[in-house]
């Protein structure tokens, strides 16, 4: 059973300023988080803690008025993500963060966004610049998608 202290995104608040204590990464996700390579491209097994990483990651870009998209082969698999997206989403409500089921998005008052897609239909990936994405079971993306 996991630590929910390793799990969770904590909020603390002071009259000055409200901390957002994000989970501790292992020595190897911190490498990959910590990289300055425009392209990140992480090929681990099981249990190595992929998609706690992306989810932070994630969670850090939205945090900073920025746009990600967790994007996966189909829906069923995004869901994956989405659950633990929409859990920090919640942990981190006192921050302004709205979780937005229906349209599977985290939104914070900054404008920065988290949203969960489908790549089953390149075409619905146009048109939005992004600064972060996530591309979850990437082998699996049909060819198409990424021309």
Same mark, same amino acid.
């Given at each position: 059973m996991e630590d929910p202290k390793f799990s969770k995104f904590f909020v603390e608040e002071t009259e000055k300023?409200?901390? =957002?204590?994000?989970? @501790?990464?292992?020595?190897?996700q911190k490498t990959v988080a910590e990289s300055d390579s425009r392209w990140k491209i992480l090929c681990a097994g099981r249990? %190595? +803690? @992929?998609t706690r990483? +992306? =989810?932070?990651?994630?969670?850090?870009t939205a945090m900073a008025g920025k746009r990600a998209w967790w994007?996966?082969?189909? %829906?069923?698999?995004?869901?994956? +993500?989405?659950?633990?997206?929409?859990m920090a989403g919640y942990d981190l409500a006192s921050m302004g963060?709205?979780?937005?089921m229906g349209d599977m998005i985290v939104s914070f008052p900054n404008g920065g966004f988290i949203s969960v897609k489908s790549a089953d239909n390149p075409?619905?990936?146009r048109g939005e610049g992004l600064d972060f994405l996530v591309m979850d079971e990437a082998a699996f993306v049909k060819e198409e998608t990424w021309t």
């Open positions: 300023e409200r901390r =957002v204590q994000l989970p @501790k990464l292992h020595e190897n249990r %190595f +803690g @992929k990483l +992306g =989810v932070q990651l994630c969670i850090e994007v996966a082969p189909t %829906f069923s698999i995004a869901r994956v +993500g989405w659950r633990d997206i929409m963060a709205e979780v937005k075409q619905r990936l």
